[in-house]
């Protein structure tokens, strides 16, 4: 059973380009959780998802952060018009429920030139 | 805000040496806790939890933390570290409810030296 996949785990963007992240949960977890890692702090709560739906996005900028996760597919976290404060490492997690059973994936880490 | 915070941001060890790292948490109602622990280029891993009973934890890796209500507190402690021990580790918190959502300390880097 593979674990929790995020690719790419580097990017590398210029400045006004897009970022788009993605994250492929275990089989049969159909809770996806994204936390960011900035340089020297712990990881940040972004966003939760189900299948189809956005559950608590409390934690994600109100502007250019974007989150999905389809019924078919990865989970996709989409940063529009990078700068070069979005540089940090992107965690996803997933469940197969709400009991913390959390599995992470090995990251992305985003590099905004 | 409920808040983790982590009082050492990097140890270092000599194989053998006793570990403990602190971690303490805000939130003053029902709380679940946890340690992970990320090595290098690797995922994060969890070591052990807290929901409830015991507050003595046992983990995996011969890791252990005590939960003290009245201190807010759940320290980590391994009483003889190897250099395999060199690693990140993160205290985490969810206070709210059963949403899946945890807060994160900022992270302690260990270095165990052979």
């Known amino acids: 059973n593979a674990g929790v996949m995020q690719n790419p785990r580097h990017l590398v963007r210029r400045r006004g380009q897009e970022a788009r992240l993605r994250c492929s949960p275990m089989?049969?977890?159909?809770?996806v959780y994204w936390y960011r890692q900035l340089p020297e702090e712990g990881l940040k709560f972004m966003v939760y998802?189900?299948?189809?739906?956005?559950?608590?996005e409390s934690g994600m900028p109100k502007e250019r952060f974007s989150a999905e996760f389809p019924k078919e597919g990865p989970s996709i976290l989409r940063i529009q018009q990078v700068v070069r404060g979005d540089s940090a490492a992107y965690f996803c997690?997933?469940?197969?429920?709400?009991?913390?059973?959390?599995?992470f994936g090995s990251g992305t880490r985003l590099t905004v030139v | 805000a409920q808040s983790v915070s982590q009082h050492n941001h990097h140890v270092i060890l000599s194989e053998a040496a006793s570990l403990e790292l602190g971690c303490n948490y805000s939130?003053?109602?029902?709380?679940?806790l946890f340690w992970y622990v990320q090595y290098p280029g690797q995922h994060l891993q969890l070591l052990l939890k807290?929901?409830?009973?015991?507050?003595l934890v046992k983990g995996i890796k011969g890791f252990e933390a005590e939960f003290i209500k009245s201190k807010f507190s759940f320290n980590l402690r391994k009483p003889s570290v190897q250099w395999s021990d060199t690693a990140e580790y993160f205290c985490?918190?969810?206070?709210?409810?059963?949403?899946?959502?945890?807060?994160f300390g900022q992270g302690t880097t260990l270095q165990v030296k052979p």
């Open positions: 985490a918190s969810d206070g709210s409810g059963n949403t899946g959502k945890l807060i």
């Open positions: 939130y003053g109602g029902t709380v679940n």
């Open positions: 997690a997933s469940s197969p429920d709400q009991n913390y059973g959390y599995t």
């Open positions: 807290y929901f409830s009973g015991d507050p």
């Open positions: 089989k049969g977890h159909s809770h």
């Open positions: 998802l189900q299948k189809e739906n956005i559950i608590d």
